[in-house]
């Protein structure tokens, strides 16, 4: 069977199973980006738009995620995969800061890199360079974490800062909704787009969706009341059943001997 048609009937199959959204690593819109995230298996250029295009075709918002600050990046690429971004037809984008955490190959790579590099005659692997041990413990922003072969802290910085201002603006955000499935949005879901939009850009811009990502600090008055603004539009013209949740320990029975010995955390509907 065609590879295609397996695609497809997969994301109908999402769609009937009410997944509304996903998030793609797109890492990069070009091959030597991937080449340097080791996505070499992720489309490519134009044919990752379409494939975004085809996932929310079929009603399934994407979630576009962008690596920005591999070792080939320059503040020129990333203002184009920004562009692309923008162009692609993704409602959501995060772009992210390079980052080797521990458990990556990058990481074990760097950080043989980090404890060799004054040795005589060793080659390291890796243009970028860590600048200290346990660096992903450190709270300062990434890009004070590692040294890029080709920008300055200030320029990946600024650089990461005007595709989150460009991608989220409100004339951008506008123009999303007149393309795409967005087109056929009512009103009331157009401005919850916006309002999101708005809310999503301060809550996460620059870090991305993360454990760590959220900057408490950005959380102000005006965040919060884009955020209850839109829950508060969303409740009111979409939501057909209103569903309490309340948390309950219950006993949960063991998988391997059938009893029960332990206990689950529970979301009860009420």
């Known amino acids: ?14 769609n009937k199973a009410r ?6 690593g797109v890492e990069s819109f ?6 340097a995230a080791n996505k070499q298996w992720n489309p490519v250029g134009e044919k990752m738009v ?33 562009r692309f971004a923008r162009e692609s037809g993704t409602l ?9 955490y521990p458990g990556t190959k990058d990481f074990y790579e760097m950080m043989t890199d980090f404890g060799n590099r004054e040795k005589p005659g060793y080659k390291p692997k890796h243009r970028i360079r860590i600048l200290q041990d346990k660096h992903w413990l450190n709270p300062r922003n990434a890009v004070d974490n590692v040294r890029h072969p080709v920008m300055s802290r200030q320029e990946w910085f600024d650089a990461n800062r005007r595709c989150w201002e460009d991608f ?5 955000s506008i123009r999303r909704l007149r393309q795409g499935c967005a087109r056929t949005w009512p009103l009331a879901g157009k ?3 916006v309002l999101a939009c708005l809310a999503f850009k301060r809550v996460y811009g620059g870090y991305g969706i993360a454990a760590d990502g959220v900057n408490r600090n950005k959380v102000s008055f005006l965040t919060s009341l884009l955020v209850r603004t ?21 006993p949960a029975p063991a998988i391997s001997t059938g009893k029960n010995d332990g206990t689950a955390f529970f979301m009860d509907p009420t």
Do not use: C
């Open 1 to 14: 069977m065609d590879v295609k048609v397996i695609y497809l009937r997969s994301l109908s199959i999402r």
């Open 19 to 24: 997944i509304r959204a996903v998030l793609i």
């Open 30 to 35: 070009s091959e030597e980006g991937l080449q």
């Open 50 to 82: 379409e494939t975004i295009r085809t996932i929310q075709n079929h009603g399934i918002l994407v979630l576009s995620s962008i690596i920005t600050g591999l070792e080939t990046d320059t503040p020129r690429t990333i203002e184009t995969m920004g």
């Open 92 to 100: 959501l984008a995060q772009f992210t800061y390079f980052s080797a």
């Open 168 to 172: 989220y603006s409100v004339r951008e």
């Open 191 to 193: 401005i919850t787009y």
């Open 230 to 250: 839109g829950v508060a539009i969303y409740g009111h013209f979409f939501r057909n059943k209103k569903v309490g949740v309340r948390a309950t320990w219950k």
